[in-house]
T-cell receptor, first 113, second 109 residues
Framework: EAGVAQSPRYKIIEKRQSVAFWCNPI?????LYWYQQILGQGPKLLIQ????????DSQLPKDRFSAERLKGVDSTLKIQPAKLEDSAVYLC???????????FGDGTRLSIL | ELKVEQNPLFLSMQEGKNYTIYCNYS?????LYWYRQDPGKSLESLFV?????AVKQEGRLMASLDTKARLSTLHITAAVHDLSATYFC?????????FGAGTRLTVKP
């Protein structure tokens, strides 16, 4: 089966600019997750969707981060405006249902100058 | 708040030796996962443990869960170079999911 697809793989922007990441989960997977992984740390869950509804976004910095999952398939994560501390790898994952093992994409490495 | 601690954070071991990675968590959990991450790559699911006393094995890796002690272990038997990677435990409680900081394992010949 095709894995979780993410794009772009790399992005370099200046602080205060905006950026968006795209994720296409494994076909049929109802649950989609966005994580932030800072170098040397474990992934931090930002938001999780069940179909097109938000299950949990308690760790999403809502003043600058937003995410949507239209039609319950693809998802986008946006940062506006970016700060230096947002430099990280942004991982998308999907699972068949909530609480099932997650399949991760290769991530988007974001560098803020 | 759910907190997850892994130790050690760095582990260098020789091929053929055995070792254990520990994962402690702070509150009741209903599931625990182990993932592997190779440098520059994404995470790969290794095990999911759902109940007290659960034990799962795959090749040279064996994971166990003690929910009363809030502790999971990942045991490595007769390590080989291919096991060099970073290993994460992740703990779930309802819709919350927290990862440990990871254990960077290096297996030397």
């Amino acid at each position: 089966e095709a894995g979780v697809a993410q794009s772009p793989r790399y992005k370099i922007i200046e602080k205060r600019q905006s950026v968006a990441f795209w994720c296409n989960p494994i076909s049929g997977h109802a649950t989609l997750y966005w994580y932030q992984q800072i170098l040397g740390q474990g992934p931090k869950l930002l938001i999780q969707f069940q179909n097109n509804g938000v299950v949990d976004d308690s760790q999403l910095p809502k003043d600058r981060f937003s995410a949507e999952r239209l039609k319950g398939v693809d998802s986008t994560l946006k940062i506006q405006p970016a700060k230096l501390e947002d430099s990280a790898v942004y991982l998308c994952a999907s699972s068949l249902y909530l609480r099932q093992p997650q399949h991760f994409g290769d991530g988007t490495r974001l560098s803020i100058l | 708040e759910l907190k997850v601690e892994q130790n050690p954070l760095f582990l260098s071991m020789q091929e053929g030796k055995n070792y254990t990675i520990y994962c402690n968590y702070s509150t009741t959990s209903d599931r625990l996962y182990w993932y592997r991450q190779d440098p520059g790559k994404s995470l790969e699911s290794l095990f999911v443990l759902l109940s007290n006393g659960a034990v799962k094995q795959e090749g040279r890796l064996m994971a166990s869960l003690d929910t009363k002690a809030r502790l999971s272990t990942l045991h490595i038997t007769a390590a080989v170079h291919d096991l060099s990677a970073t290993y994460f435990c992740a703990v779930g409680n309802n819709n919350d999911m927290r990862f440990g900081a990871g254990t960077r394992l290096t297996v030397k010949p």
